[in-house]
T-cell receptor, first 115, second 111 residues
Framework: NAGVMQNPRHLVRRRGQEARLRCSPM?????VYWYRQLPEEGLKFMVY????????ESGMPKERFSAEFPKEGPSILRIQQVVRGDSAAYFC?????????????FGPGTRLLVL | EDQVTQSPEALRLQEGESSSLNCSYT??????LFWYRQDPGKGPEFLFT???AGEEKEKERLKATLTKKESFLHITAPKPEDSATYLC????????????FGSGTRLQVQP
């Protein structure tokens, strides 16, 4: 009964490169959420997706960031032309999708370091 | 703006010394209040969900309670393995599914 899986667990990029973070939700879950935790700060919501649909991207920076959750395969958070300020832990969470107040279960996170 | 505030920021307890962590929220409405535990280098681990004032949930040495303005996480006779950062998060009455997190309480339990 695997939980939420994220890979890679650690990612190092140089300024200007692209970062791709992957998230596989828990079995039976069809809703995915991405959060970012900057150093010494709390978790901040970025985007909420269902299969093939972005439902709420109000927390995602307008430029360089994009997210998708295709019909097949994991959800992807993509950061283009990374800058040092993108260094953070990125967490994915998933929920079954049956209720608007349901619990979100988190993965182990991807720690992105931009040099 | 919806806000979730946790106190204290850090707490050091002796093993067996019971205490409570506070989570207060200032929102127009709350659909759910969630408690998570986060160990260094790991993702938040779900503990409890509370939906209405007066509700209580219990698990081993932890008990979560909810009032109309705040939630408490009571830790009874803690052990060193309870050391972690405890996060609370609110699901606000806006129809959105984005959790609003507090900044956490770092708990250290010394043997």
């Amino acid at each position: 009964n695997a939980g939420v899986m994220q890979n890679p667990r650690h990612l190092v990029r140089r300024r200007g490169q692209e970062a791709r973070l992957r998230c596989s939700p828990m079995k039976g879950h069809s809703h995915v959420y991405w959060y970012r935790q900057l150093p010494e700060e709390g978790l901040k919501f970025m985007v909420y997706l269902q299969k093939e649909n972005i439902i709420d991207e109000s927390g995602m920076p307008k430029e360089r960031f994009s997210a998708e959750f295709p019909k097949e395969g994991p959800s992807i958070l993509r950061i283009q032309q990374v800058v040092r300020g993108d260094s953070a832990a990125y967490f994915c969470a998933s929920s079954p999708g049956g209720g608007v107040s349901e619990t979100q279960y988190f993965g182990p996170g991807t720690r992105l370091l931009v040099l | 703006e919806d806000q979730v505030t946790q106190s204290p920021e850090a707490l050091r307890l002796q093993e067996g010394e019971s205490s409570s962590l506070n989570c207060s929220y200032t929102v127009s409405g709350l659909r759910g209040l969630f408690w998570y535990r986060q160990d260094p280098g790991k993702g938040p681990e779900f503990l409890f969900t509370l939906y209405s004032a007066g509700e209580e949930k219990e698990k081993e040495r932890l008990k979560a309670t909810l009032t109309k303005k705040e939630s408490f996480l009571h830790i009874t006779a803690p052990k060193p393995e309870d050391s972690a950062t405890y996060l609370c998060a609110g699901l606000m009455d806006t129809g959105r599914r984005a959790l609003t997190f507090g900044s956490g309480t770092r708990l250290q339990v010394q043997p």
